[in-house]
């Protein structure tokens, strides 16, 4: 398989989304978002302004406009776009993608800050595995690449999502990052890489760069992803992970996490929907659960004072086993050492006396059980044993087990 960063990124956002998009390749309708669309219609008109630039062409803010309006209504096809976010209209989306580029257009003009090397610029991206002497093939589309000067080249990413990241996120982005790699062996020259991003929405430059020591980083995070999903991949095993981007997966009429949400949403009748044999079993077994959690919240207080009776019954009369018509209780009493509770004086001194015994790798988790079961066993020896004593309560505790026979 060819990965790219959209395929690593959709297998760590939704292993099962993967698996739709680029091994089962189910033969359904799929929707694209009308933010996807609206941002593939803005990069078009981006691609035709620079395009244009190469020779010599600078067109004008109305031109670019039209060029993007007629990408717009030439390829819109609502049976293909889903809006998710109903109250906007797909006007809205048009008019949103209008603004980032008058935006664009109006900081950047007249589009002198570099010569434009490649456009929506595919490229290949190698990575030589040596624990295992595999080598993996990656592809990336560069939405342009500039020539700044002769041994300086800038990445361009433009975003249309609605919030920019932050510089933290961008100093960890893994796209551009992966994209300098291939880049820097493409133009070996080449001393000084920017990374370059436009987010379009809030008319914002944010740049970011990379060392040498991030670049080989990188590049074993992306092997160990490779790893994983071949690893996936051999096992058959992509799991659901819902999120919020659920609503905008094309998938989500046949993922079983949200493909019956999606059947029964659009069922605008009570009855017809009550009736729905999957609606039906949710809201008989919510019924029943409801009605099981009202007859143990009865039954529970008196248990608990019937089990006080059963124990008060085998302390007075000295009774390990109580007989009933053909079955039978055993009350069992334990002896256990008490553990100060958490964050008190004690806690500590009791937590510093295990470290200083070396005995904190078998007594880390503090379970009042195992330091029972070493007292008990006399595993300490006499001087440590008075020691802890002393920050340990003796508490008796009574279990019963019922017998099926007497
Ligand atoms: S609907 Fe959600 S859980 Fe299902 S495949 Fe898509 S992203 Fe994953």
Redesign the pocket.
Known sequence: MIYSHSRLETFK??P??FY?NYIEKPDIEKKNSIEAFMGSMVHLALEKLYTDLKFLKINSLDQIIDYYLECWNKEYDEKKIEIVRTSYSKDNYMEMGKQYLTDYYNRYKPFDQGKTIGLEMQIPIRFYDEDTDTLYNLTGYIDRLTLVSEDHIEIHDYKTNKNPKNQLELDCDKQLALYQIAIEKMYPDVKKIDLVWHFLSVDLEMRSSRSKDQLENLEKEIISIIKEIEHARRKDYFP????A??DW?E??MI?P??AHNQKTKNITDENEYLNEPGVKLVEEYKKLNSEKKKVLDEIDPKLEKLKEAIIKYSIDNNLEKIVGLDSSLLVKCYENYKLPGKDTKERELLENLIKDNNLWIDLSDLSYIKITEFVNNSVFSEEFLNKISLLLNKEKTHRIYQNSKK
């Open positions: 956002t939704c099962k989304k739709y659901t992970n819902p999120s981007l659920c997966c998938f989500k993922c996490m949200t």
